[in-house]
């Protein structure tokens, strides 16, 4: 008699992500953790045995939206019978751990940033329940070490973590205490999991960091001792075989250094846009925030970026509203704003975090000034951003496919400035590069049309 045995069913994995590009990131890897567990993604929480919420603590809306998500999964749980574990992941985790547990029984399981590599082990604890459900402790390197070194591509293009933490300590801002202090993977490490993502058809890499331009990993083997900076990354990357494309996000004024500047001009895989946040046009304010650069010096930067690579496209982000700042301060940042041009750029109200120094200094800016002050920046830069796209009609572009339009029949891409590029074309060219004349621009995307199938395929 022959006893067939089947499969188990894989258990249900949602992950719901908030905040930056590095918690996109992280998401992914713990999907990649889990999968040797049996766990397979689901559309929706209420089908998942585990939920996980990969939170952001920059703001304190994002933290207060992660409760509202905590409480409507409190129902999903009780709902089922308390089949579902909820795990809470990221920089809320790090920062209120105990806080979480107190104020939301229902979780399960709450880790840091640094700790999601410990996921499995956690929950073979709580099956049993034995152990501590909370994982804070700031182990970078051990992560790095433990996470799978190949993974699976999600479409054309991917992210790819090189640096983690922050020892800048802007007054405003809580990073240093949730991700830990800077720190760097190496460099055959990398280029491992960038060639995993190339063999699968990915052609665009995003490397990144708190401050991805401070990236100072171990050289490869065969170069010896010493370190790479993030310009060396970039070259030695571009040579990996069907990596067409290369970004960085999100870096800083203090290390953009020579070498990186250069890159942009000598390495053509290096993409010509530039995220270079400055926050303030102040000089008074940008020293309150400790970011440790002048107004100035942020000009200079762009300026040899720009020398360097003629057609970078630059984006920025700002905070209007910073404790102290007046309307002296505010005409600063949007003189700096006229005088750079920016082909994006985001725009918050300050937003006080406990137990950052600037929560504790004195004159902090009325809610109705802010609200003014940010409405006059954000109209400045959208009038940027509109005639920075506007300026793009009548040029063809290379346009990475990345998928399906809205609309049937039609494909969506990027343009090399991370523009949304909408055109008519067949589905099977995600994933190719091709030639897209540019025919109408709006604040947040372009239309065009394919410049011929027969080149679009060569």
Sequence with gaps: MTVTLSAKPPKGLFIRTYGCQMNVYDSERIRDVLKPLGYAPVESPDAADLVVVNTCHIREKATEKVYSELGQLKRLKE????????????????????????????VDLVLGPQAYHKLPEMIARASRAIGDRLETEFDTIEKFDALPKTREADGPTAFVSVQEGCDKFCTFCVVPYTRGAEISRRVDDIVAEVRSLAVQGVREITLLGQNVNAFHGAAPAIEGQGVWSLGQLCRHISKVGGIERIRYTTSHPRDMDDDLIAAHGDTPALMPFLHLPVQSGSDRILKAMNRGHTADAYRDIIARVRKARPDIAVASDFIVGFPGETDADFEATMQLVRDTGFAIAYSFKYSSRPGTPAAEMHGHVPEAVKDQRLQALQALLREQQSAFNAAQIGRTLPV???????NPGQAHGRSPYLQAVHFDGPDHLTGQIVDVKIRAASLNSLTGELVSLREAAL
């Design 400 to 406: 990475l496919v990345t998928g399906k339009g809205r």
């Design 79 to 106: 709902a089922s019978g308390g089949r579902m574990t909820i795990a809470v992941a990221g920089c809320v985790a790090q920062a209120e751990g105990e806080e979480l547990i107190r104020r939301q029984p229902a």
